[in-house]
Structure formats: C-alpha cells, structure tokens
C-alpha cells in the first residue's frame, strides 16, 4: 500500500531552496572576483546563469504548492 501524497512543507522546502541558490550565486560572484583562474570564472558564471534561470521556475513551483496547500486546508 502505498503513503498519500503529503505535499505540507513543499512550499516551504522550495523557498529555502531559492534562498540557498542564492546564497550560492552570491559566494560564486565572490569566488569570481577574487580569483585569477579564467577556467574557474567562466565554469562559475555558467553555474549562476544557470541558476538565475532556474529561480522563476522554483518561485512558480513554490506558488502552485502554496495554492495546492491551500485548497486542502480548505477542504478540512
């Protein structure tokens, strides 16, 4: 048998995951100003664009399981 979906703190999980890629996006741009390795500046800007893109996409995520918490507790 299998367990209900319990999808509680998903929101709550996606807004530390936001807060924790930014933090990282802040100590790569500090990684990049203080080093003179050109091979690691460009692997760390890649690795923060990639980041910037993916931030919308959690935030948007983040909103749906908000939403989706607030039609169950609705409904209780």
Avoid: H
């Avoid at 319990?6 to 890629?21: F, G, L, P, V």
């Avoid at 091979?39 to 749906?64: D, T």
């Amino acid at each position: 048998m299998s367990k209900p979906d319990n999808r509680c703190d998903n929101a709550q999980k996606i807004k530390e995951t936001i807060k924790d890629t930014k933090r990282n996006m802040e100590l790569a741009e500090e990684m990049i100003q203080k080093t003179s390795d050109e091979k690691m500046k460009k692997e760390l800007a890649a690795k923060n664009q990639r980041r910037a893109q993916a931030i919308p996409q959690m935030a948007r995520e983040m909103e749906e399981e908000s939403s989706y918490g607030q039609r169950q507790s609705d409904r209780s």
